[in-house]
């Protein structure tokens, strides 16, 4: 039977640490409407104890959601987890998400403390946020680069304290995916109370790694991923939502499914762009200008025979109106007669040979030719 991996998304909290990005109270209320509409699971409002403007922004998102969990972030102090539970009091599926770093880099530089140290106060935000919601994730930062026998011990100290989902983040984008398997193998194997809770992914794309680091995390028994539309966030940015939502639902042998209605991924995806003033990359995955697009003429001329050849999705499965063929000089025949054929021209092989020595000759002087360039040409 198909698992359904819970989507946990950042956009709000962790994608809009962008420089540049940041959203007010309104517009995150938007974008927590459409996430809603999108399907996922969780949505992380926002870190209420950095300002008074992130302290209402998550405290009306939790008036306004109404189906998914709306989670709050905090440090493992007590005034924050504080801020965060009177944010999420109107919420009626209010969730905290506190937590510290794992990794002697950053208990010996961040904390200047000890495992012992890290531990004991791990616990105590755990059970103190425990007292305000039932529902309370524990993230240990950096556990991409923790020693592996301290995060196990960590890993179940946190469960026994009540945790119900722990995040084991790869806050560097460091590892492999096949290190990241390993990892979040081990712990499976290790921590004798792991199945007390859900094991949670939160990557970093510092290497281009984040997809495919989650994808290995969820192959390896985590059953919540922490994600972003566009991938945006810290750096690099983090692991993208329509990635891992369209892998999920391409490799249906994988086993595992999610609630997104893929049909909004592209409009949401042009939304969060326009609204944060962050455009997406042409070439990015499943969002992009040119996801759907063919211009070279081998790829254009085997898409038109037929689109499997070179396309494993279809474009309106994600929200993206049609393919689209983009003539350059380095389009063939077959896709000068199909735009032409879209404008009503029909030519016979001779006269479309002569038109494709113009063609040629145009494209190579404008580089790309639109309809009217077109009509121009046949004119």
């Not at 459409?34 to 300002?51: C, K, R, T």
């Not at 999420?88 to 510290?100: N, S």
């Not at 989902?165 to 004798?192: A, K, S, W």
């Not at 997406?280 to 025979?305: E, P, R, T, W, Y």
Request: aromatic share 8%; charged share 20%.
């Amino acid at each position: 039977m198909s698992q359904k991996i819970l989507i946990f998304d950042t956009t709000l909290r962790d994608g809009e640490q962008v420089p540049g990005c940041q959203l007010n109270t309104e517009e995150k209320l938007q974008v927590a409407e459409q996430l809603e509409l999108l399907g996922v699971d969780i949505i992380e409002a926002g870190f209420p104890i950095s300002s008074p403007g992130d302290f209402r922004s998550v405290e009306e998102i939790a008036k306004l959601v109404k189906n998914a969990t709306v989670c709050g972030l905090t440090r493992a102090k007590k005034e924050d987890i504080d801020a965060a539970a009177a944010a999420l009091k109107h919420a009626k599926y209010p969730r905290i998400h506190t937590g510290i770093g794992s990794s002697d880099t950053h208990i010996k530089y961040k904390f200047n403390s000890t495992r012992e140290e890290i531990l004991e106060k791990g616990v105590w935000a755990v059970k103190y946020a425990k007292s305000y919601v039932e529902d309370v994730e524990f993230f240990a930062e950096d556990a991409g680069r923790a020693d592996l026998v301290f995060l196990a011990q960590l890993t179940e100290a946190v469960i026994d304290a009540g945790a119900t989902v722990v995040n084991l983040p790869d806050t560097t984008g460091y590892l492999l995916p096949q290190q990241m398997f390993q990892r979040i193998n081990y712990l499976f194997e290790n921590v004798p109370n792991i199945h007390k809770a859900v094991i949670s992914m939160h990557n970093h794309n510092d290497l281009g790694l984040a997809t495919a680091n989650t994808i290995a995390g969820i192959q390896a028994g985590a059953r919540q991923v922490e994600v972003t539309i566009n991938g945006i966030g810290e750096r690099a940015g983090n692991t993208s939502l329509e990635e891992v939502a369209m892998i999920l639902n391409t490799h249906k042998d994988l086993g595992y499914h999610t609630g997104i209605n893929s049909k909004h991924l592209y409009p949401f995806s042009q939304f969060v762009s326009n609204l944060m003033g962050m455009p997406v990359q042409a070439n990015k995955a499943i969002v992009g200008a040119n996801a759907f697009a063919h211009s070279s003429g081998i790829h254009q001329d085997g898409f038109l025979k037929h689109t499997q050849n070179y396309e494993i999705m279809n474009p309106e499965d994600v929200g993206v109106p049609s393919s689209a063929i983009v003539l350059t000089s380095r389009s063939g025949r077959a896709a000068l007669r199909h735009r032409l054929q879209l404008l009503g021209f029909e030519f016979e092989k001779p006269d479309l040979d002569k038109l494709y020595t113009r063609f040629l000759l145009m494209a190579d002087a404008r580089k790309q030719l639109n309809d009217e360039d077109l009509k121009e040409l046949v004119g």
